[in-house]
């Protein structure tokens, strides 16, 4: 399934069950599959909302998604103790 979505193993189970990626049918005990016409239709949704991004002039930024916060890169700083005076 990576090799078809371009997605991990763990992102396509998360895309299924979230909706984003049609459901597995199970083809054993053991083993699932995907039917090719579904993921088609999947493929040509994703090429339909890039086309619409790419028409509107929308920079999605992936990796940092509105709502999660961006972490600060490099290793956190070293803060100095502040040192209080008693009179």
Do not use: H, Y
Not at 6 to 20: N, P
Not at 40 to 62: I, M, P
Not at 76 to 85: F, G, I, L, S, Y
Request: charged share 35%.
């Amino acid at each position: 399934m990576p090799a078809e979505t371009g997605l991990s193993i763990r992102a396509v189970w998360e895309a299924v069950s979230e909706g984003t990626l049609p459901p597995p049918a199970q083809l054993s005990r053991r083993a699932v599959g995907w039917f090719s016409d579904e993921l088609e239709e999947w493929r040509e949704q994703k090429r339909r909302e890039r086309d619409e991004c790419r028409a509107v002039g929308c920079n999605k930024d992936l990796k940092n998604a509105e709502g999660s916060p961006k972490r600060p890169r490099g290793r956190p700083r070293k803060v100095p103790a502040t040192v209080e005076q008693v009179d």
